[in-house]
Nanobody, 124 residues
Framework: QVQLVESGGGLVQAGGSLRLSCAAS????????VGWFRRAPGKEREFVSAIRRNGSILHGDFVTGRFTISRDNAKNTVFLQMNSLKPEDTAVYYC??????????????????WGQGTQVTVSS
């Protein structure tokens, strides 16, 4: 069983940056794909970014070069660096992990483990 804990959320002005962390315990973290998803009030869950166990990356269409995802398997942690934040990035951000087929990492239903989420609020 893998436990995931997100941190790094907060309040930031538009144009600012935040770095989210997803710390894992239990399981064999290095063998999992790890994804970030978000849910804004009144909206459906949205895929943000994911990193496969081989280090390859997939971003959601809206990221447009603003976000970077990375992983440190020695620390069982995945990071999401978010730059040039916009008010529409306001949401609860969740990390998730699982043993997922290559092209399925954008689909939340494929993930087995989820964190509790961290709030990101971007003011205009």
């Amino acid at each position: 069983q893998v436990q995931l804990v997100e941190s790094g959320g907060g309040l930031v002005q538009a144009g600012g940056s935040l770095r989210l962390s997803c710390a894992a315990s239990g399981g064999t973290f290095s063998t999992y794909a790890v994804g970030w998803f978000r849910r804004a009030p009144g909206k459906e869950r949205e895929f943000v970014s994911a990193i496969r166990r081989n280090g390859s990356i997939l971003h959601g269409d809206f990221v447009t070069g603003r976000f970077t995802i990375s992983r440190d398997n020695a620390k069982n942690t995945v990071f999401l660096q978010m730059n040039s934040l916009k008010p529409e990035d306001t949401a609860v951000y969740y990390c998730a992990a699982g043993d997922i087929r290559y092209m399925r990492i954008r689909y939340g239903e494929e993930y087995d483990y989820w964190g509790q989420g961290t709030q990101v609020t971007v003011s205009s």
